[in-house]
């Protein structure tokens, strides 16, 4: 079995490279934006969903190729929501990935059109031809469909808004719960649905790669909220008691750091068990399982 630390740098490399390879220029006119856009992509970053599409593609025999393009869309989604996050109307961070916000270098405007830019890049990413390719169009329909339910409203834009909403407020456990499955969760699951859908996955199989992204997503939020309290500024690459901060609800805040951990082992076994009937060829995504669970950052 290979390493995990060598497979994610490797999967990353093939990541930033399809990356580099599609997003715009950055001498492309207007400049300033497709700068704001690459500044933001490249300043780091675990690249964590597109690996997850990649890992799933592979645990039902689908090759790393094909699922590229998605992988990059992903991570173009995922861009967006951080840079607009850190804006001073919703989180208002300074540093982000260790370096400071798209706000603080290119300014508030040209950060929310450069968040816009990604997400809709996305979509033209996930319509073009190295995707149609790989896949019929009712299946690419699918993807595209189950990615726009997870990035919006009933996804990741309805878990922010609920978190923006419950800032300074007593917020009970299945608010908390609706927070962090759709802010966070719904973008790591659709990742790993993603990766099933393209390689031609069955639908028992996206079945369980659907409740192994459920489970490792909430897992994920947790470590997350966890990190916030136990970790330093340097570590994170962001300001550390961010939620303090922003007196937010967390899963430590209401159940104690004890219980929020022994939920995350829960989590994560859960989603190692899911993965039983793929065997070996899912080795990449139980160890990711594991490695969300034990990050430091
Ligand atoms: C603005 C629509 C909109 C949504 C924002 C994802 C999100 C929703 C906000 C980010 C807030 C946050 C820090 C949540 C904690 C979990 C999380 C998504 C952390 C960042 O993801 P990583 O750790 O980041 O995968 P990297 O930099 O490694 O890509």
């Known amino acids: 079995m290979p390493e995990l630390e060598d497979y994610l740098a490797e999967r990353r ?143 990741m834009v309805g878990g922010q808004s609920v978190d923006i909403l419950s800032e300074g407020k007593e917020i009970d456990q299945e608010t908390l719960l609706y927070l962090h499955t759709h802010k966070t969760g719904a973008l790591i699951q659709v990742s790993v649905i993603a990766g099933g859908l393209v390689a031609g996955a069955s639908e028992e199989q996206i ?22 309290v136990t970790s330093t500024t340097e570590e994170l690459g962001k300001p550390a008691k961010s939620d303090l901060k922003h007196a937010k609800a967390t899963f430590p805040a209401l159940m104690g750091k004890e219980t929020s951990m022994k939920e995350v082992e829960r989590l994560t076994a859960e989603a190692k068990e899911v993965l039983r009937p793929f065997e070996g060829r899912a080795w990449a995504l139980h160890a990711i399982a594991g490695y969300l669970t034990s990050r430091r950052f």
């Open 207 to 228: 079945g369980a790669l659907s409740r192994y992204g459920e489970r490792i997503g909430l897992a994920f939020q947790i470590v997350d909220d966890l990190l916030d």
């Open 13 to 155: 490399k093939l990541v930033n490279q399809t990356l580099d390879r599609l997003l715009p220029p950055a001498d492309m006119y207007p400049r300033l934006l497709h700068e704001a856009i690459r500044y933001s992509v490249f300043a780091g970053g675990k690249r964590l969903r597109p690996i997850l599409a990649i890992a799933a593609a592979e645990a039902v025999g689908g090759e790393v190729e094909g699922i590229l393009p998605v992988a990059a869309a992903l991570e173009c989604i995922h861009t967006y929501s951080l840079i607009h996050d850190d804006l001073p109307s919703m989180d208002d961070d300074d540093f982000r990935r260790g370096k400071p916000t798209c706000h603080k270098v290119y300014g508030e405007a040209l950060a929310i059109l450069a968040g816009d830019a990604l997400l809709t890049l996305a979509f033209e990413l996930l319509s073009q031809g190295a995707i149609t390719q790989h896949m019929d169009a009712q299946r690419l329909s699918v993807l595209i469909q189950e990615i726009a339910r997870a990035a919006g409203s009933s996804g």
